[in-house]
């Protein structure tokens, strides 16, 4: 492209409501008679829209009883709630969602197998608090063990893992906080497996949404222990400390948290009608208020948002005309899926601008930026992703390039 001739052509995509298909209308500079109708036509449309459309009411998000909270949904990872969700806090056995995470990622990379036999330590054994119940010179199953973190929030079993995985607590630790930075958890720093109480091991709301998103979608095949309603081991029965799997049929998990200083932390998950949120609550008073205020948070969103897919990955949405290629237009789309959080019933209301230069070269390649698809909602700007060439167009012989050159010249000249 030649950014010395670059300025801006605007596309409306616009949907009918009788297929629910997107068209295509651009602003063409040299028809001034089709771009008029067409701008009464749409402010006629707009003007009925707006007529017809009922106001989308949304009450003010639920106040809760707890230091900190955030409410996100899973697959666009719009932030639909948050309170002091960057507090730096301690996470007590939420720290258990790293380690099993990075068990998980150790599993599926083939370093370790679920059915590895794990020698445990005098160090896993006397460990305190939550316990799996494990004995010092036995050897655990992998699976079993992953099952006492998660389910029984065993640290026992968390040291165990993190021996198996890295050789000592102490080097897993570090890999927990290389895990952190790559996952984006810019404001934790973990010193142990288990959460136990020590200084200089925090995070915040907002990183252990993060890192939910990541245990259900890089390792799905593992999350399904999440929603384990309880385990035993060595004769001994223990339920999964995390109320809303028995309150609420959409909750599959995930892990509960409690020291004095803490409190009593819930970061959970439900899907409903193909809608995914995760809520994460820190420093509530007792047990059955951490469950009690992440169902508010659960309720609030799927009551009054909605998900939806805006735009398929490689879909085209415009083919403009290319100059010096061996094709005469170029497809612009998406490379990856577009997907919006939005109040309910807004969907129908949202607009989107294709912003691209006027003048498109050869050669492209599949996956160039070319220019930015904007969304809008109420007049507001709510995703901004690049629009990019859908294939690779290579540049077209010397003839075609050179009576591509004349034409911009006096095109040139006419604007």
Known sequence: MNNAMMHTAIYMLRTRPETGMRTTTPLNISSYLKAALFCVTTAFSLFATLAVSAPRLIPQSPNLAAKSWILIDAQSGHVIVENNADEMLPPASLTKMMTSYIAAEQIDTGNIALTDDVLISKKAW?????????????????????????????NDASIAVSEHVAGSEDAFADLMNQTAITLGMNNSHFMNATGWPANDHYTTASDLSKLARAIIYDHPDHYNLYAEKEFTYNNIRQPNRNKLLWRDSSVDGLKTGHTNAAGYCLVASAKRNGMRLISVVMGTKSIDARAAESQKLLTYGFRFFETVKSYSAQEALVSPNLWMGDTDTVKLGTIDDIWLTIPRGAEKDIKAELDFPSEIRAPLSAGQEVG??????????????PLAS?????????????????LLFFTGLIQ
């Open 390 to 406: 859908l294939e690779n167009v290579e540049e077209a012989g010397f003839i075609t390039r050179i009576w591509h050159m004349i």
């Open 372 to 385: 930015s698809i904007k969304l809008l909602l109420d007049g507001k700007v709510i995703h901004e992703s």
């Open 126 to 154: 006397r460990k305190g608090g939550s316990k799996m119940y494990i004995r010092e010179g036995t050897r655990v199953q992998l699976e079993d063990l992953l099952k006492g973190v998660i389910i029984q929030s065993g």
